[in-house]
């Protein structure tokens, strides 16, 4: 069971792309660490990506929102292998 898991956690997280590049967050190296627990059915993603402050108040808003799509389609991937666990990002 817990290769099941994790090739679908792998194969999730290689089919959410980085709209900028066009590479899986996977090969962009955007996932730094991935635990789960099969008894709690939990999945935690630590991404590898961090909301910059800029001097530029847009910037900062037009970075955070990019790590927040990030963070969101990796639980929305995780979340459709794997329903009814809880995928959090961190």
Same mark, same amino acid.
């Given at each position: 069971?817990? !290769?099941e898991v994790r090739s679908k956690i792998d194969s999730a997280l290689a089919s959410v792309i980085e709209p900028q590049t066009l590479v899986?967050? $996977?090969d962009l190296g955007f996932v730094r660490?991935? #635990?789960y #627990?099969? @008894?709690e059915r939990r999945v935690i993603v630590r991404l590898a990506? =961090? !909301?910059?402050r800029f001097d530029c108040p847009a910037c #900062? $808003?037009?970075d955070g929102l990019s790590v927040e799509g990030i963070a969101r389609r990796v639980?929305?991937?995780i979340g459709a292998a794997l329903p009814g666990w809880t995928v959090? @990002? =961190?």
């Open positions: 069971m817990a !290769d899986s967050v $996977l660490q991935v #635990s #627990s099969g @008894t990506v =961090a !909301d910059k #900062s $808003l037009v639980r929305e991937a959090e @990002t =961190a």
